[in-house]
């Protein structure tokens, strides 16, 4: 097992939905109170991740961070390294691709939220960071519950823009999903069962306390 | 003293209404769809209006031609709807408490205290809004309002889950408070009892427009008639 991937897994998921809740939460409060067709374009833009193919997310976020470019030049050089095949290139790529795994249950959850308590809210003198922090997010936390917990795993299954923009260096860039993919094209079958083993638990696991935490245990459910 | 001239247009509906409040309590009388809803949220600053304006004692609320538009929470201004809106997560003291962030914790307590009393929901405190019946609840929902002393309270259809003798007992209570306080009321209703009752100035409000503007009994005569006929006529 390759306990220093896992590390660098957890590690890069926990990163990456600590930064995708900072963005998550106020852009989604954004989608759903504020007002203007403009919000519908960053909604879309915000969704876009979801329907593009990690590989080619991965390949122009590998073109826009290298060197090829004027802005991957100028990363660089405020960073002292390029961002592609760095740690932080592999969070910058997961927190772009993972983007609407949060944003979509916090806009669903948000918008679930009945407008009159907002607008008693607002008429009570909550501004916007006291309207999303007293009334949005307790009245909507199992959809931050899913947003937290798709985030993290999404990002502990992630394989494609990992390998893209990452590329496969020990203790820098290579994760679970490449470790597993390493040792399948090696034909070591026995040691990816049993990493396939561990993203498998952690993903349960993670699902597990969700619905541990959301659910009334003994409630009766209504068809 | 409250006075406004606002446009506002919600699909085919256009609601145009100039009107000036110089009474301490007003109501707003009219059918359903008639346009009191949309005025009281135009008043909260809620909605906007397309143009026009609101001046509450001589401050500008809302001005189109100026772009002032003074939010929701900075105009003085409370509002009660027939939908209590409590916050479900917090208890009714604390709902009371919301609005009052001003305050330091005595002096917030304290307040609560005041208020819920004032609505006759002392007892009522420490519960959830889930454990409230339709009544208490819109009494909470008062107390809220009133909490953060402002100038002008509207109240849509407040007490329409509360039984007559409650009702009425509240209505004496809080306009007793509202004229200590110097806190100018609009209140919309299409039960013509509370208006006659109150004596209020009354705006008559059709189809988006004013009809009628003055005291209860010439305004509301045809309606007091209709409803003194209704009494009057033996059950079958």
């Keep these: ?223 | 003293m409250l006075s406004f001239s606002l446009d506002s247009r919600r699909g085919s509906f256009h609601f145009h209404v100039e009107c000036t409040f110089a009474s301490d309590w007003t109501v707003i009388f009219g059918p359903s769809g008639a346009g009191k809803s949309t005025l009281l949220r135009l008043l909260a600053g809620l909605d906007h209006p397309i143009s026009g304006s609101i001046a509450l004692d001589g401050r500008a609320l809302t001005e189109t031609a100026s772009g002032i538009r003074v939010p929701p929470g900075h105009r003085q201004t409370s509002l009660v709807s027939q939908q209590p809106a409590l916050f479900p997560h917090l208890t009714a003291a604390a709902n009371v408490a919301y609005g009052l962030r001003n305050l330091d914790r005595p002096a917030r307590a304290r307040r609560v205290d005041e208020m819920l009393d004032l609505v006759g929901a002392t007892e009522l405190a420490a519960r959830c809004p889930e454990d409230l019946s339709g009544g208490q609840a819109q009494r909470v929902a008062l107390a809220r309002a009133l909490a953060p002393a402002p100038r002008l309270l509207l109240l849509d259809e407040p007490f329409s889950a509360l039984d007559g003798v409650t009702s009425d007992a509240l209505l004496v209570r809080l306009q007793h408070w509202l004229r200590e306080n110097r806190v100018q009321a609009v209140v919309a209703t299409h039960d013509a009892t509370d208006a006659i009752a109150t004596s209020a100035e009354v705006l008559l409000l059709g189809d988006g427009r004013v009809t009628a503007l003055g005291p209860a009994a010439e305004v509301l005569a045809s309606e007091r008639d209709r409803l003194l006929g209704r009494l009057q006529t033996p059950p079958r």
């Design chain 1, 1 to 223: 097992m390759d306990w220093q991937a896992f590390a660098l897994s957890l590690r890069l998921a926990l990163v990456t939905t600590a930064i995708l809740l900072a963005i998550a939460v106020p852009l989604s409060a954004l989608i759903v109170l504020g007002r203007g067709r403009w919000l519908a374009a960053v909604e879309a833009l915000a969704t876009l991740p979801m329907v593009l193919p990690p590989t080619v997310l991965g390949f122009f976020l590998l073109v826009l961070l290298g060197p090829r470019t004027a802005f991957g030049r100028g990363v660089a050089a405020v960073l002292g390294h390029p961002l592609a095949f760095s740690f932080s290139g592999l969070v910058v790529g997961s927190v772009i691709y993972s983007l609407p795994f949060a944003v979509q249950p916090l806009v669903a959850g948000f918008g679930s939220v009945d407008t009159a308590l907002v607008d008693a809210a607002r008429l009570l003198g909550a501004g916007p960071v006291r309207l999303v922090s007293s009334i949005l997010i307790p009245l909507a936390r199992r959809s931050l519950l899913a947003a937290i917990v798709l985030s993290f795993l999404h990002t502990i299954g992630e394989f494609g823009v990992v390998l893209m923009l990452g590329g496969d260096i020990p203790g820098a860039t290579r994760t679970l999903s490449i470790v597993l993919y390493d040792q399948v094209e090696s034909f070591d079958y026995a040691t990816a069962g049993h990493t396939a083993l561990l993203l498998l638990g952690l993903s349960a696991l993670a699902l597990v306390a969700v619905y541990a935490t959301s659910q009334k245990r003994g409630s009766v459910r209504s068809a």
